[in-house]
């Protein structure tokens, strides 16, 4: 069954320093991948994807991804972290539904980011 | 454009009561999802709707929650009687792909309402 892992369930970084935030991923088939962040209480937003084609992903917010096949890796990134970033950050792979042709999200359990000033 | 409206935000009950939840997905979006996120936890996906159709309940657990979309438009979820660990964020989202993989327009992500807030106690 696909799935997706994140090892770390927090991350600690400086403004202004780069971040990493962790994802591997198991599927069968063409991985298509996805990172979305949520605020306090708020709901998710989409940040990028990974369909096809280069394996470094650009997004919203200056986050970017890197596909890794041979690690079945998609890290997420950013060059210079804002303490505006601290959220919770999720990894997420296209699953195909139960039993039909259909196609679903299957998150992570998501990594909490904190940037601290 | 609207984004995914849900309601309520925040709802408290006690168990074995029962609650409704209500989502409006995007315009002209025909997959309709579900998610239950519990504290601490990845959302988890309850019920998949292609139009007004069931794609995916393998994760609902039947006995309690029930889930509609009449007309293809806006849904319901519905828990009774409620337990305890039902307290989480139901979270509804929306997407325009025809839920097949690859093709044209198929862009895959999903837009989510803001959630709503479930405590049972």
């Known amino acids: 069954a696909q799935s997706v892992a994140q090892p770390e369930d927090q991350v600690n970084v400086a403004e202004g320093n780069p971040l990493t935030v962790k994802c591997t991923y198991s599927?069968?088939?063409?991985?298509?991948l996805f990172w979305y962040v949520q605020y306090p209480n708020r709901g998710l937003q989409f940040l990028l994807k990974?369909?096809?084609?280069?394996?470094l992903v650009k997004g919203s917010y200056g986050f970017e991804a890197e596909f890794n096949k041979s690690q079945t890796s998609f890290h997420l990134k950013k060059p210079s972290a804002l303490v505006s970033d601290s959220a919770l950050y999720f990894c997420?792979?296209?699953?195909?539904?139960?039993?039909?042709?259909?196609?679903?999200?299957?998150f992570g359990t998501g990594t909490r980011l904190l940037v601290s000033p | 454009e609207a984004g995914v409206a849900q309601s309520p935000r925040y709802k408290i009950i006690e168990k074995r009561q029962s609650v409704a939840f209500w989502c409006n997905p995007i315009?002209?979006?025909?997959?309709l999802y579900w998610y239950q996120q519990i504290l601490g936890q990845g959302p988890k996906l309850l019920i998949q709707?292609?139009?007004?159709?069931?794609?995916?309940d393998s994760q609902l657990p039947k006995d309690r929650f029930s889930a509609e979309r009449l007309k293809g438009v806006d849904s319901t979820l519905k828990i009774q009687p409620a337990k305890l660990e039902d307290s989480a964020v139901y979270l509804c989202?929306?997407?325009?792909?025809?839920?097949?993989?690859?093709?044209?327009?198929?862009?895959?992500?999903?837009?989510f309402g803001e959630g709503s807030r479930l405590t049972v106690l």
């Open positions: 315009s002209g979006h025909a997959t």
């Open positions: 709707f292609q139009n007004n159709g069931v794609v995916d």
């Open positions: 599927v069968s088939g063409n991985p298509y």
């Open positions: 990974y369909i096809t084609g280069d394996n």
């Open positions: 997420a792979v296209r699953a195909p539904a139960e039993n039909t042709g259909f196609q679903k999200l299957v």
């Open positions: 989202a929306s997407s325009s792909h025809r839920g097949t993989s690859g093709g044209a327009g198929d862009t895959g992500e999903l837009f």
